[in-house]
Structures are given as structure tokens and as C-alpha cells.
T-cell receptor, first 113, second 114 residues
């Protein structure tokens, strides 16, 4: 059974640019959530989607957005990148999203210069 | 507001030693869930255990055991006879009744040396 796939794995952007990260959940999983991991703030919840609907959103500025497609694949977008957006962005999937047993991908490491 | 505190930033042990990772949580919810995740160097978090607030039974899974005590708001994780492969960062996490979002602690980096 294929795991959660995140692309790209690594990327470098400059301040002011925007970035789109992609996540393919495990087959049959309809919930996808995103987390940002930084050395200073640790793991922070960004948002969660289920059947194309955002059910929960963390405390991040509007520059961070996401969406989920009908096949459960998800994307997140960060516009007007700042240096502080440099982080590992982790995607997780689960069947319904309400049990906390999440299956994580290996993440997309974003560096903003 | 929910909060998870993992006071131990780094722990280093020699193989075969037992090690306990501490987790203290704060929440006003009566129904909540506690978790432990392991993050190896590859980056992905691996689910280890989930406990709901009404189930204070301790759990053992092989060399892993968990001690949940509501009276002290703690959910500690013990690895018995540690092995080099246990080296990773371990995260304790908490979620409310909805379970849609996890609040993670800052993690404890465990290094097991031969």
C-alpha cells in the first residue's frame, strides 16, 4: 500500500515568490491535513480537509491556503514568501480525520532566501 | 487553550538502557485524545499510540509502554531495553474531541548509542 506522497521534496524560493506543495494521500483516505515544522515553533497545524471541505484551520496568516480535490489529493499554497516560511511542510492523511491516527509523508522542505 | 510540554529536549542513553520520555498536557476539554509519534531522520512522523481521556489503562506494546495519569496530566512513554533503531525525535500530541488538529509538544530527541 503506497504511503503519503509529497512533492516536491525540496525547493528553494526567494522572498516574495509563491509556492505550491502537493500531497497525495493513501488510497481510501479522505482526510488530509498539513503541518509546518520549524526548529523554533515545532510542529504547527495549518489546516485539514475532508471531502474537499476545510474543516479546521490553524493560526496562520491568509498567505497560507490550501485545497483538496475530488480524488482527495491536496495542495497548499504560500504566497508572498517570507524568510520565516522556511520549514518542513508535512502532509498527513487518514480515513476520516477524527481519530488522530495520521499517516505522514516525508515532507516538503522549503527554503526561502 | 491546549498545550503539550515535553521538558526533555534531548536524551542520550546507551543501548539496553530503559528510558522514559515525559509528556505533560493542559486542556479544558473533558474529552480529548493523547498521542505519541516518532520522527526518524527521514522526516515522516510515525504513529505509535492513541489514548482517549476516559481510558487511563496503561498500555504495553513490545518494548514500548505508556503511562497515562489524568491526576497529573501526564502521558509518559517508556522504552525498555533501548536499541539504536529507537534513535529519533518523539512527539507527544493532544487533540480535542473533534480530533481534526493535533497540538504537538516540542519533541524529545532520543539518541541511543551502542
Amino acid at each position: 500500500k503506497a504511503g503519503v506522497t509529497q512533492t516536491p521534496r525540496y525547493l528553494i524560493k526567494t522572498r516574495g515568490q509563491q509556492v505550491t506543495l502537493s500531497c497525495s494521500p493513501i488510497s481510501g483516505h479522505r482526510s488530509v491535513s498539513w503541518y509546518q515544522q520549524t526548529p523554533g515553533q515545532g510542529l504547527q497545524f495549518l489546516f485539514e480537509y475532508f471531502s474537499e471541505t476545510q474543516r479546521n484551520k490553524g493560526n496562520f496568516p491568509g498567505r497560507f491556503s490550501g485545497r483538496q480535490f475530488s480524488n482527495s489529493r491536496s495542495e497548499m499554497n504560500v504566497s508572498t514568501l517570507e524568510l520565516g516560511d522556511s520549514a518542513l511542510y508535512l502532509c498527513a492523511s487518514s480515513v476520516r480525520g477524527d481519530t488522530g491516527e495520521l499517516f505522514f509523508g516525508e515532507g516538503s522542505r522549503l527554503t526561502v532566501l | 487553550a491546549q498545550k503539550v510540554t515535553q521538558a526533555q529536549t534531548e536524551i542520550s542513553v546507551v543501548e539496553k538502557e530503559d528510558v522514559t520520555l515525559d509528556c505533560v498536557y493542559e486542556t479544558r476539554d473533558t474529552t480529548y485524545y493523547l498521542f505519541w509519534y516518532k520522527q526518524p531522520p527521514s522526516g515522516e512522523l510515525v504513529f505509535l499510540i492513541r489514548r482517549n481521556s476516559f481510558d487511563e489503562q496503561n498500555e504495553i506494546s513490545g518494548r514500548y509502554s505508556w503511562n497515562f495519569q489524568k491526576s497529573t496530566s501526564s502521558f509518559n512513554f517508556t522504552i525498555t531495553a533501548s536499541q539504536v533503531v529507537d534513535s529519533a525525535v518523539y512527539f507527544c500530541a493532544l487533540s480535542s474531541n473533534s480530533g481534526y488538529a493535533l497540538n504537538f509538544g516540542k519533541g524529545t530527541s532520543l539518541l541511543v548509542t551502542p
